[in-house]
């Protein structure tokens, strides 16, 4: 490594250290992202304490209601009790000591802790999540690559044109859609839930028929949020096909695939992995509709549910989690840009 | 007969001309411009096509489209014409598409602006709060508001607008983080202009463009989110609505399923219009950065 002007160090390419260097660096530029995270899940819980306020009714309203009613001096010590007579900064700081440990208080709907409905809805949301986004990323790269290669051409039009009318539809739409040609008219897949309650499958039948249950909510997230990598994708190959470097490469004789998979999609996938972590969160708060539509038994659908039920503690649990998830998600990402971006490591 | 042999080269065209033939340049753009031209007509008609109430009932329940002149589309399984909920149901889109985005802008330039001018804490401040509302998922933060604030058109629109502020207010902060050292700022600030008068006279006007581009997308994405919440049966149940049409038409999607369909569609032109529309502001915006 050598200083650059400015007092900046700039790193010769190829990189001179060790991989364990390039390692630590990484890391290091992957910690300090998540330490930047710190602040915002305060934020975020100081937030949701305040829709807890605002939100009509407390705990012991709930409580109340639930034994059909009370006087006014029980209510008065369950009042005190759950610590609701205490000033809003003390209540504050109570309710951030335990939400730090995960704990979101009491679900009156479920007669069960938050936390515990959570963790049993949490796997669910997460492999919707992990395969729908997967396949969004790994088709929409691939269709813009291709899109961008033959810009202007008629496979260009149609991929473009596919790509708007899909970002167009909304997933609640293509899902009711995907159900009247699969399921009411073709008969071949199956309209809800998660998996065939009355068959009684078990091993590899039981995850077959899983991933028959999964095939549609699966294909209606990554159809819709596909368009927005493919339209990304397709921007970012065509500025960076138009770099001296590459102009480079081609004179030095590389062969067009050379050129696209090495020195093209490399530095054009940047952005579209930036878009990964910011579009979690989006496409999480998705899976609200979709998994309501299928009646997968997930976060997505607790969330509705808990709306209807009125069961805020339950909201603002999931609200919590699911912004743990997307600082999870945006690290990994980080992680991954920087592994894709030696220059980044240094800022 | 002469003209073509004068050297004289022709007047520049006004501005807003040269605008409007880069932008008619472009055919996705302009069927875009039709599209939305549609929308906006139906939404001003609704009043003619049924001027009391689209949700009262106009027919036997279920009357299959194109089989009963008095209502063209069809009926619901209430027996409410499909047609004057479509067109009343245009007026609340449109409605709550503009105004939301309208708001959210608002919000959006106000903190971008104050975050990209001063820097230092009251960025960091900022930002962190920016970044704390793209972390929550945006639908599930909507259902909560909703869930405190109640249905009414009013607060669907203004919860929508609190959770899309955010994009633009990081393209502000972008703008002015990049405008504000330029010289025409130091010039008019060593004249002595306020920063009051620097942020919204002097830096305002040359950050917007990019952010009038990008309304369309938060347009088109409140209309989207306006109808999933109807679609869920959490709108305002006073209004007819795309989304809640289709909501209640799921349930007889076996047999009658011109009542989803139908909305839907309508939907789908909608937000395609706004997102061609973007595209070819876009580009006639900034024409170089189209290749050909």
Known sequence: ?347 | MTAATTDLPRAEPAPAVALWRRFARNRAALLGLVLFGAVLVMAATAGLIEPTDPLRRAGDPLTKPFTDWAVPLGTDQLGRDILAQLFHGARISLLVGVLATLLSIAIGVVVGALAGFFGGWVDDVLMRVTEAFQTIPNFVLLLALVAILGSSIEYITLAIAIVSWTAPARMVRAEFLSLRSREFVDAARNLGVSNGALIFREILPNALPPVIVYASVIMALSILLESALAFLGLGDPNHASWGNMIGQGRAVLRTDWYCAVIPGIAIVLTVLSFSLLGEGLNDALNPRQKKQ
């Open chain 1, 1 to 347: 490594m050598t200083p650059g002007p400015g007092g900046a160090t700039v790193r010769a390419w190829p990189p001179s250290g060790t991989p364990d260097m390039q390692l630590t660096q990484v890391l290091s530029y992957a910690l300090r992202r998540l330490l930047q995270a710190v602040p915002v899940v305060i934020l975020i819980m100081v937030g949701t304490f305040l829709l807890l306020k605002l939100a009509p009714g407390d705990t012991v309203d709930a409580l109340v209601g639930d034994m059909g009613g009370a006087d006014a001096a029980y209510i008065a010590r369950l009042r005190a009790e759950y610590g609701l007579d205490q000033p809003v900064w003390v209540q504050l700081g109570r309710y951030m000591a335990k939400l730090i440990q995960f704990d979101f208080g009491w679900s009156f709907v479920y007669e069960q802790p938050v936390a515990a409905i959570l963790w049993e809805r949490l796997g669910t949301t997460l492999m919707l999540m992990g395969t729908s986004l997967s396949l969004a990323f790994s088709i929409g790269v691939g269709l813009g690559a291709i899109a961008a290669r033959r810009a202007y051409s008629l496979t260009d039009n149609a991929i473009s044109t596919l790509g708007l009318i899909f970002y167009a539809t909304p997933s609640f739409f293509l899902s009711l859609m995907m159900i009247l040609l699969f399921s009411v008219k073709l008969g071949w897949l199956p309209v809800s839930g998660l998996s065939d309650v009355a068959a009684f499958y078990t091993g590899w039948d039981h995850v077959l028929d899983v991933a028959l249950h999964l095939i549609m909510p699966t294909a209606a997230l990554s159809l819709i949020y596909l368009s927005f990598y493919l339209r990304l994708m397709r921007a970012s190959v065509l500025e960076v096909a138009d770099l001296d470097f590459v102009r480079t490469a081609r004179a030095k004789g590389a062969g067009e695939t050379r050129l696209m998979i090495h020195h093209i999609m490399r530095n054009a996938l940047l952005p579209v992995v930036t878009l990964l972590g910011l579009q979690f969160s989006t496409v999480l708060g998705g899976s609200v509709v979709v998994e309501t539509i299928f009646a997968l038994p997930g976060l997505g659908q607790l969330a509705y549910q808990s709306v209807i039920q009125r069961d805020m503690n339950m909201l603002m649990g999931i609200i919590f989690l699911c912004a743990i998830i997307v600082v999870i998600v945006n690290f990994l990402t980080d992680l991954l840009y920087a592994r894709l971006d030696s220059r980044i490591a240094l800022k």
